[in-house]
């Protein structure tokens, strides 16, 4: 068993900044991929980051690209997602996923556990 806690979402200006984390325990979570998805009201869920288990490959979906950041300390059992550059429609509540796998993918059915959520929402 593995158990995701988000946190750091919250309210914020556009264009600004926020950093999410997501503790992993139960389990070490070091030999696996990382997700980051999230979904709007009324939308469906949608990837938005994905890391490698060491951390050496990333990707990210083209809506995030070049203001997010996924990082992962697999020391502390916890993945980031650093957010800058935040627009309205990046509001919705992140969740963070462990892959089945040691790579990453943007499929949520590659993720075998998610946490709850966190709230982010950007006011224009």
């Known amino acids: 068993q593995v158990q995701l806690v988000e946190s750091g979402g919250g309210l914020v200006q556009a264009g600004g900044s926020l950093r999410l984390s997501c503790a992993a325990s139960?389990?070490?979570?070091?030999?696996?991929?990382m997700g980051w998805f999230r979904q709007a009201p009324g939308k469906e869920r949608e990837f938005v980051a994905a890391?490698?288990?060491?951390?050496?490959?990333?990707d990210y979906a083209d809506s995030v690209k070049g203001r997010f950041t996924i990082s992962r300390d697999n020391a502390k059992n916890t993945v980031y997602l650093q957010m800058n550059s935040l627009k309205p429609e990046d509001t919705a509540v992140y969740s963070c996923?462990?892959?089945?796998?040691?790579?990453?993918?943007?499929?949520?059915?590659?993720?075998?556990?998610w946490g709850q959520g966190t709230q982010v929402t950007v006011s224009s």
């Open positions: 996923a462990k892959s089945k796998g040691s790579g990453w993918s943007k499929f949520s059915n590659a993720y075998d556990y």
């Open positions: 890391i490698s288990w060491s951390g050496g490959s990333t």
């Open positions: 139960g389990r070490t979570f070091g030999g696996y991929g």
